[in-house]
């Protein structure tokens, strides 16, 4: 609806960053991660100091659910948003891939329409295109027999993480969070790369002009080195590297997750890749999948199996 300007600085939709560092930072440059922003901040290790912040069952003062067996003061939700504040910054231009900006974002998006991040976009999109599975806190509506688990935390939540958001900063918002939270299956996450892939129209409604799909997931620099969208990744400029196999081609969209996920949409080759798993569990230090380049591999599977040849097959020296 053109109510949001990505060239302008935080501070314009934010009032109380007037004055940080911060609130001058570009809302362009927080969505592709080159802001300044540092990587993230480990909230809980600070919550965990404080004996009064946790309680293994719901109370008065522990309202706010963290997990299944983990409730926090409420009143921690401020103190999250003062440290992303006041945390230092450094100069804008360089990638550093960084959540605490999303937080910024979550607070625009609630601040514009008046709802709760998860209830705005249940009502704007995933309710009425029938994407049932996309819910943030989905043990609301769900069995949790449905979802996989995450990890078995013993830090912080003491416990199996299975149906509530893994990333810890997430988890002390209540599970709605800007940058994590957001569950779904394959078969919905697949419906909602398609209706990108095809410009925004999906079911016969289009959800979003084709201008604004375009101007969202193109990169945002013309710099090869940096490829970065505005919330989404692109292919990397040289073979073997980036989020995608080689055959992926140069204007194919989407994203990866901590947890061991991807998506992927490729309008050129009419492809759609969506990969789930766990990777976080038993714990966050499993990194076979990475190590091993699953996702990539069974991507280049994919495309090959589709005939689907490299995109630097005609790169000559």
Same mark, same amino acid.
């Given at each position: 609806?053109?109510?949001?300007?990505?060239?302008?600085?935080?501070?314009?939709?934010?009032?109380?960053?007037?004055?940080?560092?911060?609130?001058?930072?570009?809302?362009?440059?927080?969505?592709?991660?080159?802001?300044?922003?540092?990587?993230?901040?480990?909230?809980?290790?600070?919550?965990?100091?404080?004996?009064?912040?946790?309680?293994?069952?719901?109370?008065?003062?522990?309202?706010?659910?963290?997990?299944?067996?983990?409730?926090?003061?409420?009143?921690?939700?401020?103190?999250?948003?003062?440290?992303?504040?006041?945390?230092?910054?450094?100069?804008?231009?360089?990638?550093?891939?960084?959540d605490l900006g999303y937080y910024a974002i979550q607070r625009i998006?609630?601040?514009?329409?008046?709802?709760?991040?998860?209830?705005?976009?249940?009502?704007?999109?995933?309710?009425?295109?029938?994407?049932?599975?996309?819910?943030?806190?989905?043990?609301?509506k769900n069995d949790v027999r449905e979802i996989a688990p995450t990890? +078995?935390?013993?830090?912080?939540? !003491?416990?199996?993480?299975?149906?509530?958001?893994?990333?810890?900063?997430?988890?002390?918002?209540?599970?709605?969070?800007?940058?994590?939270?957001?569950?779904?299956?394959?078969?919905?996450?697949?419906?909602?790369?398609?209706?990108?892939?095809?410009?925004?129209?999906?079911?016969?409604?289009?959800?979003?002009?084709?201008?604004?799909?375009?101007?969202?997931? !193109?990169?945002?620099?013309?710099?090869?080195?940096?490829?970065?969208?505005?919330?989404?990744?692109?292919?990397? +400029?040289?073979?073997?590297?980036?989020?995608?196999?080689?055959?992926?081609?140069?204007?194919?969209?989407?994203?990866?997750?901590?947890?061991?996920?991807?998506?992927?949409?490729?309008?050129?080759?009419?492809?759609?890749?969506?990969?789930?798993?766990?990777?976080?569990?038993?714990?966050?230090?499993?990194?076979?999948?990475i190590e091993w380049d699953v996702r990539t591999k069974i991507q280049?599977?994919?495309?090959?199996?589709?005939?689907?040849?490299?995109?630097?097959?005609?790169?000559?020296?």
């Open positions: 609806k053109g109510e949001i300007d990505r060239n302008s600085p935080l501070e314009n939709y934010l009032p109380e960053l007037e004055g940080t560092d911060l609130g001058t930072r570009l809302l362009q440059d927080v969505l592709a991660h080159r802001a300044g922003l540092t990587s993230w901040i480990p909230f809980y290790l600070e919550a965990l100091e404080d004996s009064t912040a946790f309680s293994p069952s719901k109370t008065t003062e522990h309202s706010l659910q963290v997990s299944n067996e983990c409730f926090m003061r409420p009143s921690w939700k401020d103190s999250i948003w003062d440290r992303i504040v006041t945390a230092p910054l450094d100069p804008v231009g360089k990638h550093r891939y960084s998006v609630e601040r514009k329409t008046g709802k709760s991040l998860d209830q705005f976009v249940d009502d704007i999109l995933y309710r009425r295109a029938g994407w049932s599975s996309f819910s943030f806190n989905p043990l609301q990890e +078995n935390d013993t830090l912080f939540r !003491k416990g199996r993480i299975h149906g509530t958001v893994h990333d810890p900063g997430a988890a002390m918002l209540g599970g709605v969070c800007g940058h994590a939270g957001l569950f779904a299956n394959a078969y919905d996450l697949a419906r909602l790369m398609h209706m990108l892939r095809m410009g925004g129209s999906y079911g016969g409604i289009d959800w979003f002009e084709p201008e604004t799909v375009v101007e969202w997931t !193109k990169r945002v620099d013309e710099d090869p080195e940096f490829r970065k969208a505005s919330g989404f990744d692109r292919p990397a +400029n040289e073979p073997d590297s980036g989020p995608t196999c080689n055959e992926a081609s140069a204007s194919s969209f989407g994203h990866s997750g901590f947890t061991g996920t991807l998506a992927w949409a490729d309008p050129d080759e009419d492809v759609l890749f969506v990969f789930l798993s766990n990777r976080t569990f038993p714990d966050a230090s499993n990194r076979t999948l280049h599977e994919a495309y090959q199996s589709l005939g689907v040849r490299s995109r630097f097959n005609e790169i000559r020296p």
